[in-house]
């Protein structure tokens, strides 16, 4: 019945696994175990497509991840002539690793074209640099862009988390923490033309 529905699942077809539908293909269902996994990927190929496409001669992709670490405090404080204790709970982002990185060569182009936008078709920092390379006589050479993973993300914290609600899995290879990671991410596009 599946094969007759056009409904297509990522990577194949498991009757003991949970699909999320792809965002950008109703008739798509992506297996949550792999679902960051791909979602990467498809934003690397992407915007290699687009250095390809706009006639670069190079670019370097990297994924920078910022280690959220979570500290808490507890304190007591009085409050009309009462104590209460509360917990004062920060996050702080000052760590930071990288994940991976691609670096492509091209041998360039002369007649640049617009590339086909998924991912990345409503971020203005791309769409301006597509838009610099295509028009105008004083044509861009290099340019380097940090993209933020949080505006591209895979799914919601709050879909992680049901997610994770439903398949009881441990919290170390839970998607909250694949969507914590995730959000707490950025691309370091770097082309050159």
Known sequence: YVLLSGVEFIPFVRCDAI?????????????????????????????EHIAYCLGAKSCSIEIVENDAQLSSLTANIKVAEKFVDTKITTENKNQKKQSAKNISQFSGNEKPRSPQLKWFAYDENVKGLIKMRL???????????????????????????????????????????????????????????
């Open 19 to 47: 699909y999320c539908v792809d965002p950008f293909d109703r008739n798509k269902f992506i297996n949550t175990e792999s679902t960051f996994e791909r979602t990467i990927n498809e934003k690397l190929a992407e915007l």
């Open 135 to 193: 028009t105008g006589k004083n044509l861009i050479k290099a340019k380097t862009l940090e993209l933020q993973c949080s505006m591209t993300a895979t799914m919601s914290h709050k879909t992680a988390v049901a997610i994770d609600k439903i398949k009881k899995v441990k919290a170390d290879l839970s998607m909250e923490v694949k969507s914590v990671k995730e959000h707490s991410s950025k691309l370091i596009f770097e082309v050159l033309f």
